[in-house]
């Protein structure tokens, strides 16, 4: 695959937030209460006598840890991310947590390689499947949806799950009212709720479980919901069923082929069974969206 300029297009590009590097580490430091004065002046002094950096200044003296180092260049730049403690989102939400881990690097790969095949650009919806249940999909969609708003790029996660919809649980969401009220007429755009950690992260929880999810996500107020979703949002994620389940994950790749979508399949190694696995993702194709390709969860 080809090298290409990450959101390039100029005509239609994501809202990306440019850093603002002009407000120093240690006032951000000493507004959030983990910085004093006397501590501030011990560290410049330092900084100036040996010439280095604050940060390496203040690891020397002991006076902030390598984490507070990392909170505090996150606000200067703009990088949304919570500690440990903070906030009521699930410990799932590893891109909010643990931003500089493992788990995290990799899905900032993954992120990466979604813009490489021109999401946020020529493709705005990304539908996260799975064959079975347990193999990670609400995680990599909740995750995902995180990490692209952390890139600066307005992002909204929908949960079209209405059998074991787990979006409002892992956002700590009330679930009263969704994209079930939604498509059975009872409500409009009111039901995306807004995540007040991450500035440009929105989420459309499920709703009520209905009786019949398969009719309300067949209906064409679905795919015409999506196109105009995909028109106001630089990226639309959408959480679906497990593929053993039902036929909810084809009909909504079906539905999101007019929102410029595209079809992520999630593996985890070690449980997924293989056959299973090329059945569904045949059937998924043949809905006629663009299958991106597979990534394998492995944590």
Request: aromatic share 8%.
């Amino acid at each position: 695959m080809k090298n290409q300029p990450l959101l390039s297009n100029r005509n239609n590009p994501p809202h990306i937030i440019a850093g603002t590097p002009d407000r120093s580490i240690g006032r951000i430091l000493m507004d959030a209460g983990k910085l004093k004065q006397e501590g501030t002046e011990r560290i410049i002094s330092f900084q100036k006598e040996r010439g280095v950096r604050f940060g390496e200044a203040a690891l020397k003296l002991r006076l902030l840890t390598r984490q507070d180092i990392q909170y505090a260049l996150s606000r200067q730049f703009e990088y949304p991310y919570l500690e440990r403690g903070e906030g009521e989102l699930s410990k799932e939400l590893i891109a909010a947590y643990e931003p500089f881990g493992a788990q995290a690097e990799a899905l900032r790969s993954l992120r990466s390689q979604l813009l490489l095949h021109k999401f946020c650009r020529d493709y705005k919806t990304q539908v996260v499947i799975s064959t079975e249940k347990g193999e990670g999909r609400s995680y990599i969609a909740a995750n995902l949806a995180v990490a692209f708003s952390q890139l600066g790029a307005n992002t909204l996660l929908i949960d079209a799950d209405m059998r074991t919809p787990r979006q409002h649980h892992i956002f700590n969401l009330t679930n009263c009212i969704g994209l079930s009220a939604i498509l059975c007429g009872r409500a409009g755009w009111e039901v995306i709720q807004s995540i007040p950690a991450f500035a440009n992260l929105s989420v459309m929880p499920s709703g009520p479980t209905p009786p019949n999810p398969l009719e309300l996500l067949s209906r064409g107020e679905f795919s015409q919901l999506l196109y105009e979703l995909s028109e106001q949002y630089d990226a639309v994620i959408i959480d679906t069923v497990a593929g053993e389940c039902s036929a909810d994950a084809q009909t909504v790749a079906a539905q999101s082929v007019n929102a410029r979508a595209m079809a992520l399949m999630v593996i985890r190694k070690g449980y997924t069974r293989v056959s299973d696995a090329k059945k569904f993702l045949k059937r998924v194709k043949s809905s006629g969206i663009h299958v991106v390709g597979s990534v394998i969860n492995q944590f």
